[in-house]
């Protein structure tokens, strides 16, 4: 018996070496925390979904015993990053509809859409993506071919920035478009008397209340279609701007069950049932779902000449766009959201929408605060006017590769004066010291390794303009990363939770194959995500 002792004294030393303390320990890494400091590390340790220890591997390995290791074999490690001005369910619809994106002609659009058709034989036909910019005639389309294949069925097409669709005449005759037909913010072209299919703004929503709701199957097929592309490409966050608030139960259901892990910021959409639900109920907030503020539009887009311009369009004589509500309106919303103590986002795209807007923000926020207004897009500010974003502390939330789709055509919109006074990234981020970035998906891609890309190179995948589009206004690497993590982050009153590797914050954290910090520019756009992971858990590896 004696000579068992030792034996047993082992065994109950290995057993004792056993206990774990935490649940995975990421070593090997060159660790970018996107702290205060912008410090990096070699390793850190997650327990109970949230980071415990962040530093160096030896002194971690001494004090914790994980579950799981991850050898991270040198590879850079990011915060999860943020895409903090997204579509996210509107993007997973379009899973579901015909794919128009990148297609070079009308005539392509066309025959994209009739083969669709011919598999999905019954209900609307609806498709997103056309982008006459990139056509050789870059006119709008007709909708002539369309009623000549669909007589009967409506078909409904989306341009790219969602600002104008073209749809032919059954879907027009069952929204009752006539010629001539006038809309507040919107425009039903009309051309020799007759409808050519073109609606832009206001006047795109006459015909799509038409179209049948989805099924709760379809809508949730379509969250989950998107995060899986979203994993793929390194997002943990995304902020889904304007929503119904009927979508928060659903979002909210399907994260309870664990099927959507994605954690979202949803902004509602301006409409009065939107304001009832919030004002009734107060924020929302969950470890997944952050609900505090509301989506208004101020204009449209430039691509579609609905932006609101305080001089006109250099390619169209006395024409300056159009605002999408009344000032009034405007006024009325920005009171009540202040008076409630939530946070308003408007979509500005013009030099004429941006002034109203930060004029009527400056009336309601009354100087130095901390309430984070946003105005999404902020493309094209007058430079009188920059200065009002960081008197009132409002928010300039921007999509570096709007810049870089733009450049192209934006200065036949604008002139050659007007057009720098655009896309001012850096110029924004001056005024309050940072700046959250984001994508504008699906009217862009997804993936933010083209938002780093743009806003630090400003050129196109193809690698123009050769010295880089405006470079005065480029972000610096460093600036372009906490764009995407811990300045989207605060955008979102998170900053706390999330957008760096720091102990007490969720684990979200993303691997990848190139170091953004150290690859050469031109292999930015390259960079792809090995894994992706939410509280400590691989939600995407790539294969």
Known sequence: MKKLWPVLLLLAAACKQKEYNADLLVKNALVYTVDSNFSTANAFVVSSGRITAVGDIDSLEKKYLAREVIDAGGKAVYPGLIDAHAHFYEYGMGLQNVNLVGLKSWGAIVDTVNKYAAHKTEGWVVGAGWDQNIWTDKTFPNKARLDSLFPVRPVILSRIDGHAAIANQAALNIAGVKPGQKITGGEIETVNGKLTGILVDNAVGIVTRKIPAPTEQMIQAALLDAQRNCFAVGLTTVDDCGLPYTMVSTIAALQHKGDLKMRMYVMLEDKPESYEYLFKRGAYKTPGLNVRSFKVYGDGALGSRGACLLHPYADQKNWNGFLLSSKAHFEEVAKKIASHGFQMCTHAIGDSANRVMLKIYAENLKGKNDKRWRIEH??????????????????????????????????????????????????????????????????????????????????????????????????????????????????????????????????????????????????????????????????????
């Open 378 to 543: 902020a493309q094209i500010v007058a430079p009188e006017d920059v200065k009002i974003f960081g008197e009132n502390n409002i928010i300039p939330s921007v999509q570096p590769t709007h810049a870089t789709s733009d450049m192209t055509w934006a200065v036949k919109r604008l002139g050659a004066d007007r057009l720098k006074s655009g896309y001012a990234y850096k110029n924004l981020l001056k005024q309050n010291g940072w700046i959250p970035l984001g994508t504008d998906f699906p009217v862009e891609n997804i993936n933010p390794m083209y938002t780093f890309y743009a806003a630090t190179e400003r050129k196109d995948l193809k690698g123009s303009p050769d010295g880089g589009f405006q470079m005065e206004n480029a972000l610096t690497r460093q600036e372009a990363l906490r764009g995407m993590t811990i300045w989207a982050a605060k955008a979102n009153f998170e900053e706390k939770e999330k957008g760096s590797i720091e102990v007490g914050k969720y684990a979200d954290f993303v691997i990848l194959d190139n170091d953004l910090m150290k690859a050469k520019g031109s292999e930015l756009p390259n960079v792809k995500v090995l894994k992706t992971y939410i509280n400590g858990v691989k939600v995407y590896e790539k294969k």
